[in-house]
């Protein structure tokens, strides 16, 4: 009997990444779920976990080894890029260590695996599917590092889809909107020891600003899509005849992808002072900045999962 194509699901403890492997195990392939840790694993018996922290290279060099003793001499079908961390402050007052953290794991750590496992890639014209967000279309207030490390994302996509084309490897970045898959709790309470930590000065500035800000997000992940529509798309793009080079995942991922764009800078501003501030004026931006009438498609949403 032939051998299931074989897909690796990076960051698969739990969310959109547990969601996926389930869906494709369930769905005709062998699945390598990656968890930062094994204590970490919510792994069910039919899927075959693999230790994989994306940031550390001994662990990606490891996790390679292990495929290719595992597939002996198969290629990957599909290697799923799901693996991301997000964190929430005031660009005033957030250490640059916690972008690069960030930046870390959901953009170098994306590259340094897309990089490990194309030879295994290459041996079966697998396919690559990163995970990317509404977030690297739409930027929000208090998710610099998520939102910047997205748009990232959406430009290696393009170039991996542009570079790979030619040996066969198709490239997708999928966007999801928002997505009920718990992170937002996580948020919430990494929200509060924020405030806790900002001087007098920084409290007054943004304490208000952040509790609203985290209530609107939990209240959007409450009525969020489940993590399994993510875990369908996915299944879609590897089915595909012809993938598509990115894909916005989401019941309100039009309203989301209109608000990219086509709103000018100016309306985008107004409606997300009125949606995270309560008011239109409510840390609202200088009177030139209110007269902008470009038309811009860099914004962000909603923090996503943890890395794993």
């Known amino acids: ?14 969310g959109i990444g547990l969601a996926t492997a389930q869906l494709l195990s369930k769905s005709g392939y062998r699945v390598f779920a990656g968890v930062r840790t094994l204590s970490d694993r919510s ?17 990606i060099r490891a996790a390679v080894q292990k495929m290719e003793h595992e597939l002996e001499g198969a290629g990957l079908a599909g290697l799923i890029n799901n693996a991301g961390i997000a964190d929430v402050a005031p660009i005033e007052f957030h250490p640059v260590r916690n972008f690069r953290a960030v930046f ?10 897309t990089q490990a496992f194309l030879p295994l890639l290459h041996r079966a014209q697998g396919r690559i599917v990163n995970m990317g967000s509404i ?6 207030p208090f998710g610099a590092t998520l939102c910047a490390s997205k748009h990232a994302v959406e430009a290696i996509s393009d170039c991996m889809r542009l570079e790979l084309y030619p040996a066969g490897i198709h490239v997708t970045c999928l966007q999801p909107a928002s997505i009920n898959s718990g ?22 500035r943004y304490a208000d600003m952040l509790r609203r800000f985290m209530k609107v997000t939990m ?30 995942v989401g019941k309100d991922h039009l309203l989301l992808k209109l608000a990219a764009k086509a709103l000018p800078d100016s309306i985008r501003d107004r409606l997300f002072r009125r949606l995270f501030f309560g008011s239109p004026s409510f840390g609202s931006c200088p009177a030139s900045q209110d007269q902008e009438t470009e038309h811009h498609s860099d914004l962000s949403v909603r923090p996503s999962a943890s890395k794993d």
Do not use: C, Y
């Open 43 to 59: 792994i069910q018996e039919n899927l075959s976990e693999i230790e994989l922290d994306v940031s550390d290279e001994a662990s």
């Open 219 to 248: 209240e959007s992940e409450t009525k969020g899509s489940p993590p399994s529509l993510v875990a369908h798309a996915v299944l879609d793009v590897l089915r595909s005849e012809a993938p598509p080079a990115r894909k916005l």
């Open 135 to 140: 977030g690297g279309l739409i930027t929000i």
């Open 183 to 204: 992170s937002a709790e996580k948020l919430a309470a990494k929200n509060e020891q924020t405030i806790a930590s900002l001087s007098p000065e920084g409290q007054r």
């Open 1 to 14: 009997m032939a051998a299931l194509p074989a897909i690796l699901v990076t960051g698969a403890s739990s």
């Open 104 to 113: 870390e794991v959901n953009v170098f750590g994306l590259v340094a695996v």
